[in-house]
């Protein structure tokens, strides 16, 4: 069980502010065209998928959050429920970069599942409808 910060468990007040996060992103997921998207039945889908395997003398272990594929390409979307206080194009580039090698992961784990298929990988940020593609 992952630790809450200085103690065993949350409090009330923590699982309060949770649910109200949790909430705002389905909701925002939900009226979103490009979280319908996400959400929607695609072929090969998967969610919370757990994927393993050795890529350049390196063992790799992942989960990832949401893949599918549509059309030629395999997708591999990442969700992150958090909203940054600075400017929007400045707080997706710094998430791009903290989040660029995690997801570069999972798409060298799929391409050797999948070789010869387009594979794009993207951060889903529901509570303000943010996209970024991490290439």
């Not at 309060?16 to 072929?43: E, F």
């Not at 350049?56 to 395999?74: P, Q, Y």
């Amino acid at each position: 069980v992952a630790a809450w910060p200085n103690h065993a468990f949350p409090t009330a007040a923590e699982l309060d502010s949770g649910w109200h996060k949790v909430h705002a992103a389905l909701r925002g997921t939900l009226a979103s065209k490009r979280g319908r998207w996400i959400l929607a039945p695609h072929p090969e889908g998967a969610c919370e998928l757990e994927l393993s395997g050795q890529v350049d003398n390196r063992l790799i272990h992942a989960v990832v959050d949401r893949t599918f594929v549509d059309g030629d390409t395999r997708w591999i979307v990442d969700y992150k429920i958090v909203e940054g206080q600075e400017p929007r194009a400045r707080f997706l580039a710094g998430q791009g970069e903290k989040y660029r090698p995690q997801l570069l992961g999972y798409v060298d784990l799929l391409r050797l599942l999948e070789p010869g298929r387009t594979i794009r990988a993207a951060l889903y940020f529901p509570l303000f409808d943010g996209w970024l593609e991490v290439s």
